[in-house]
């Protein structure tokens, strides 16, 4: 079950009735309820509306509704095209995506060109809290806090426009990556980021939350679990990333490690797996392995595995796209300057 993203927004007839640009509208109350339902949850909401940006912003702002929609597109330029815009700047797949309209014409034109984004007509659209692909169960802070955390994402790509370089722009952001063992009060959010991240994500592996629990408890040593915390100066990002590994005799396994897509091009899932390997070589370990299973989605992390010279050395011959990686723990490469390992 893949649950949504982000849901973007016609406007007239959508989110009120009437035309902006033809006088007053009214303001769907139900609709409002429904957008903040799902913000709660962790989804992100957008507009691709026709009309002229300013006067919708007008209605947006004077209905205090302006701040829910990131990226919005309210111009005359096809609904699809501005739909990819929004996925792309977002970094949020198609796939991850609704769109609710009042027209049938633009819901079957989205249909037919970009067929993986979700459609739902107006008149449905106060059932959606209601409906399996809105409701994820696993509300943490993170969740809560998601919309702000893309907010926050604006301001950095701003301030990166001052810089000369990504590097030299990475590095007055003051990042500090904090790995420590998994907790008890981490489960949701670890149990989060294994359902929502698909990107940077090495095996798709979904772990059930007693077992979870089981792997970071006494009662099997052999495993490890870490999560990854991430702050800067713009603000707080909360858990973004999670590790397990499987210890042996001369050697550990990284059965899985998955990163949070916000946080895509800053060295966070590189910085992970250095350390990992630094703190295991500390401990005598001479060997890395390392899992990776192709979902379709994933090339990012085996081209991790090979930028940190790690050898493929078996492959599964039962179909199910499992790969094992393996390095010696020896000339380990940097740590990316930019971060402030805690």
Not at 4 to 14: A, E, G, Q, R
Not at 297 to 304: D, I, S
């Given at each position: 079950?893949?649950?949504?993203?982000?849901?973007?927004?016609?406007?007239?007839?959508?989110?009120?009735?009437?035309?902006?640009?033809?006088?007053?509208?009214?303001?769907?109350?139900?609709?409002?309820?429904?957008?903040?339902?799902?913000?709660?949850?962790?989804?992100?909401?957008?507009?691709?509306?026709?009309?002229?940006?300013?006067?919708?912003?007008?209605v947006l702002?004077?209905?205090?509704?302006?701040?829910?929609?990131?990226?919005?597109?309210?111009?005359?330029?096809?609904?699809?095209?501005?739909?990819?815009?929004?996925?792309?700047?977002?970094?949020?797949?198609?796939?991850?995506?609704?769109?609710?309209?009042?027209?049938?014409?633009?819901?079957?034109?989205?249909?037919?060109?970009?067929?993986?984004?979700?459609?739902?007509?107006?008149?449905?659209?106060?059932?959606?809290?209601?409906?399996?692909?809105?409701?994820?169960?696993?509300?943490?802070?993170?969740?809560?806090?998601?919309?702000?955390?893309?907010?926050?994402?604006?301001?950095?790509?701003?301030?990166?426009?001052?810089?000369?370089?990504?590097?030299?722009?990475?590095?007055?952001?003051?990042?500090?990556?904090?790995?420590?063992?998994?907790?008890?009060?981490?489960?949701?959010?670890?149990?989060?980021?294994?359902?929502?991240?698909?990107?940077?994500?090495?095996?798709?592996?979904?772990?059930?939350?007693?077992?979870?629990?089981?792997?970071?408890?006494?009662?099997?040593?052999?495993?490890?679990?870490?999560?990854?915390?991430?702050?800067?100066?713009?603000?707080?990002?909360?858990?973004?990333?999670?590790?397990?590994?499987?210890?042996?005799?001369l050697s550990?396994?990284?059965?899985?490690?998955?990163?949070?897509?916000?946080?895509?091009?800053?060295?966070?899932?590189?910085?992970?797996?250095?350390?990992?390997?630094?703190?295991?070589?500390?401990?005598?370990?001479?060997?890395?392995?390392?899992?990776?299973r192709e979902?379709?989605?994933?090339?990012?992390?085996?081209?991790?595995?090979?930028?940190?010279?790690?050898?493929?050395?078996?492959?599964?011959?039962?179909?199910?796209?499992?790969?094992?990686?393996?390095?010696?723990?020896?000339?380990?490469?940097?740590?990316?300057?930019?971060?402030?390992?805690?």
């Open positions: 079950m893949s649950y949504k993203k982000c849901v973007v927004w016609d406007l007239d007839n959508t989110l009120w009735d009437g035309i902006c640009l033809e006088g007053n509208v009214t303001i769907k109350e139900d609709i409002v309820q429904v957008i903040k339902k799902l913000d709660k949850r962790g989804i992100l909401h957008s507009i691709a509306s026709r009309g002229e940006e300013s006067v919708s912003f007008k702002e004077a209905n205090s509704l302006k701040e829910f929609f990131l990226v919005p597109k309210i111009n005359w330029l096809q609904k699809t095209n501005n739909i990819i815009s929004i996925s792309k700047e977002l970094n949020i797949p198609l796939e991850s995506i609704v769109f609710i309209d009042d027209d049938v014409f633009e819901l079957e034109q989205m249909k037919f060109m970009l067929p993986d984004v979700l459609t739902i007509r107006a008149d449905d659209a106060s059932d959606m809290p209601r409906m399996k692909e809105f409701s994820p169960g696993l509300i943490t802070q993170e969740s809560k806090s998601r919309r702000e955390f893309y907010k926050s994402e604006e301001l950095r790509k701003i301030a990166e426009s001052k810089f000369v370089t990504r590097e030299d722009f990475l590095s007055s952001c003051q990042m500090k990556l904090k790995i420590r063992p998994m907790i008890i009060t981490d489960t949701q959010r670890v149990l989060e980021l294994m359902t929502r991240t698909h990107q940077l994500n090495t095996t798709g592996w979904i772990i059930e939350q007693k077992r979870l629990i089981e792997l970071m408890g006494e009662s099997d040593p052999s495993h490890e679990i870490y999560v990854a915390e991430l702050e800067d100066k713009f603000g707080k990002y909360g858990i973004i990333g999670t590790a397990i590994i499987e210890k042996e005799i550990f396994m990284l059965k899985y490690l998955a990163v949070s897509c916000r946080v895509m091009g800053r060295g966070i899932e590189r910085a992970i797996l250095i350390s990992i390997m630094n703190n295991n070589s500390e401990s005598g370990f001479q060997f890395a392995e390392a899992e990776f979902t379709g989605r994933n090339r990012t992390m085996r081209a991790l595995y090979q930028m940190m010279d790690f050898q493929q050395i078996s492959a599964s011959e039962d179909h199910d796209n499992l790969f094992i990686f393996k390095r010696e723990l020896t000339n380990l490469p940097p740590l990316p300057n930019w971060l402030d390992i805690l």
